[in-house]
Nanobody, 118 residues
Framework: QVQLVESGGGLVQAGGSLRLSCVAS????????VGWFRRAPGKEREFVAASTWSGGVTYGADAMKGRFTISRDNAKNTVYLQISSLKPEDTAVYYC???????????WGQGTQVTVSS
């Protein structure tokens, strides 16, 4: 079983940048798809980005493609989410997720809070 722990969230001013990290423990995750989701206050969970085990990358809403960058370092069992030009509407809890052979995202971290002030 893989355990996921996110870090890197915090309070940042609009226009700033953050890099979120998610470290997997329990077993190597180079055979897993890994992704980032977020949940803003009062809103449903939203898909942000994913990195497949084979090297593919997908992003959620079109607006995310330019400001969000997902990357992974399999040697460190870590997936990153770089967010630039932060906006107040990016305020949310950001969750790391993973899936192996399952079709659904079945492994989740506890989340890290990102708050963007205007």
């Amino acid at each position: 079983q893989v355990q996921l722990v996110e870090s890197g969230g915090g309070l940042v001013q609009a226009g700033g940048s953050l890099r979120l990290s998610c470290v997997a423990s329990g077993r190597t995750f180079n055979s897993y798809d890994v992704g980032w989701f977020r949940r803003a206050p009062g809103k449903e969970r939203e898909f942000v980005a994913a990195s497949t085990w084979s090297g593919g990358v997908t992003y959620g809403a079109d607006a995310m493609k330019g400001r969000f960058t997902i990357s992974r370092d399999n040697a460190k069992n870590t997936v990153y989410l770089q967010i630039s030009s932060l906006k107040p509407e990016d305020t949310a809890v950001y969750y790391c997720a993973a899936k192996g052979s399952a079709a659904a995202w079945d492994l989740w971290g506890q989340g890290t809070q990102v708050t963007v002030s205007s």
